[in-house]
Structure formats: structure tokens, C-alpha cells
């Protein structure tokens, strides 16, 4: 595969002023077309650095795409860092001029001289149209590297990077893109996906992990050179091997499974919606989140009735039907309390699905039998009650975060089975 570099310019970034987004971006799309990322490389505001970066990337990458350091100002130095390192004297391209005047007529603002910079662009480069901003990008070969300089503001660089940047790079470099499919998981840690995949290797397929909170996600990236058959046969093996905890898989067909590689409360809706059912929920630790995470899906409204945050135990009572002495007897966080909220929300809402979350998510009110990330879920709905006792890892966000997950996870799989009653 060719390989690729991405260079980010400016203070702002090295001192964490703003995260590099781009870099992120970039990545992505690089890796989706067929290139192999060796890195990301980033320097602020030094000319010298600049000069000994772009010298050193020359030599070693197919491709290195810059962005940032193109405005007006004393301390955007790409072209001039590119005219010092390959002896590429900075020339005023007349057409680049006219453009960066004709983008503030087209604001309405006068131009200051100091934007005239911006059309100095180093010599024998390929201007890089920018319709979306004042600053122009350029491109040139230097060495093994193409180089391809972008402006940093965001919107302006994911305009012109498939627009302007790949029929270049297209014209110079062979592109096989290769596929990823990634099996997203819910309720497992990266160790246990990594100690049920064991031994499995295919030719062809590079396996890696990412978490992002509360999910695990196990990627397969898969050359172009691998048949249907053998991509098939290596997402069906890994599946065998870990399906137990996927709720969705992207870019593959696997049987019984949702393939569309959407979140995981999306998933859960999909499901709700397609057998024509509905869903309430009844909360307390989670204080409104369960609510958040299934109203940030498009369309819930055909299959999310309503959602009630019952904080206090008087509220347990008075809203969902919750006994007194149930809760004196067992406490607020218990298997009891949160049956009879799923119970409780189900009937008032008339709702097919009910579900209860109720637990401590600290950082305060813990006991030596209940201590901090001491949750209870339950679902209650056509066959009766489910529920799950948790003990939670983390601050108060993620104790929340994970309950929300294990409550959907646990009516998903109500869903696609019949209950065991406990």
C-alpha cells in the first residue's frame, strides 16, 4: 500500500490550545482510499522546525498532506518553511491574488495588504483553489513525497481535500483501497475482546481495537488483494469468536446481527421499531441521560414514549408506583426498587418495554454493601422482568454512561431472545 504522513502546522496545536481534528480526518479518508498512515506530525510556528520537517518527510512517505500556517500573518510559515526547504523562491501568482481579492468583494470587506501573502506561493508548485476562503493551497513533488498544503481552518480543508487534492493524487499514485469492517461491542473490555479472539489470523487482515466509551469497537482492515469469500470467511470466524458482545457490524453482512454499523442506542430503536414496539424509562442515577442517549437518535419518537427522572424516593413512589416499604426494606438501589420502576413506568406510560436504572454513581453515599458503582437494571415487558445487578468502574460520568448501556444492552437482548427469569 502507499503510505501517507499528515503534517499539522501552528502553536495553537502543539500547546493544546485546540485539538488537531484535521489530522483525525484525514486519516481517516487517507486510510478509506488505500494508504497506509505511517504518522501524524506536528510543529508550531518555527521556520527552522518547518524546514526540517518537510526536508525529512521527502524521503520517507508517498504522500504528506499539510494543513495550516497559510494566512497572512507573520506566523504562518508553510510557504515560506517550503520555498526555504527545496529552494523553491516564493512568486506572486497573479490568479491566487485575484481570488483572494475577489473573496472579500464577495464578503464585502476591504482586503488589508498583509493578505496579498497568501497568493506568494513557493515556485513550480500547483495552485489549490480555495472557494470556501481567502487562503489558497498548493501542491509539488519533492523526492518519494507529494506534497498537498492546506488551509487549517476545518471547513475549508474537507472541502478541498477530495475536490482538489485527490485527482491529483490519483493521477500519480495507485490506489487500491482496501475495506474495513468493524464489529461494534457493548459491555466487554478491550483484554476479554482481545483473550476471546485468541489465535485468529487471516491473510490479509490487520485486527485492531478502540474504545470509545461504553463501547469497544474491533476493527478488521482487509486488503484489496482478499476475495469476498475469504473477507466473508474471516468477519464470520471473528464473529464466532466475539458475538456475544457485538451489537452491530460495519462493513460486512453477518446473519442474525444488525449490519448497520449504527450506535447503540440506534440499534436498540431499529430493533423496537421493527417489531412494532414502544419504550419508556424510569431513572435515578442516571438522572435523564437513558432519556438523552435514545432522543439523540433520529425518528425515536416512533418508539420512545417517555421518560421520567425519579431522584428522589418520594418520587418513586408518587410517579411510578414504587412500595414504601420495599424501598425501607431494601433501599433505593436494589434489585426490587428497580423491577418495580421498570414495572412501574411500563404501566403508566402503556408502553410495551419498561425499563429502571437505580444505583449510586458517587462520588458520595456509599456503604460497605453498596459502594460507589453499585447499579440495577431491569427491563420488564411481554414474558416478565429481567434485571442486572452492576458493580461500575469510574467517576460519576462513567458509572452513568456505562448504566445507560448495560439498561439498552440488556433490552436489546430481550429483544432478539426469550427472557431467562430471574
Known sequence: MPTAMVLSQGDEVVTGQITDTNAAWLSAQLTERGFTVLRHVTVGDRLDDLVVVFRALSGVCDLCVCTGGLGPTDDDLTAPAVAAAFDRPQELDPVALAQ?????????????AVNERQAWLPRGVTRLDNDWGTAPGFAFQEG??????????????????????????????PLQPGRLVTLRCIGVGESDLQQALGDFSAPGVVVSFRTKLPENHLKLRIGPEVSAAAVQAAVADVYGRVGRWVFTVQGAEVAG???????????????????????????????????????????????FLEGLVTYANAAKVRLLGVEENMLAQHGAVSEPVARQMAAGVRERAGSTWGIGITGLAGPGGATPDKPVGTVHVAIDGPGGATHRALRLPGDRGRVQELSVAAALELLRRRLLSPPTLA
Open 100 to 112: 483572494v481579492k475577489e473573496r472579500f468583494a464577495r464578503f464585502g470587506r476591504p482586503m488589508a
Open 144 to 173: 518519494q513525497a507529494f506534497f498537498a498544503c492546506l488551509p487549517g481552518v476545518p471547513r475549508e480543508m474537507r472541502k478541498m481535500f477530495p475536490l482538489r487534492v485527490m485527482p491529483l493524487v490519483s493521477a500519480r499514485i
Open 257 to 303: 446481527v444488525d449490519n448497520s454499523g449504527g450506535s447503540h442506542p440506534a440499534v436498540v430503536g431499529s430493533a423496537l421499531e421493527a417489531a412494532g414496539h414502544t419504550l419508556a424509562i424510569a431513572e435515578s442515577c442516571t438522572g435523564g441521560r437513558a432519556a438523552a442517549a435514545v432522543t439523540a437518535v433520529p425518528g425515536a419518537s416512533a418508539w
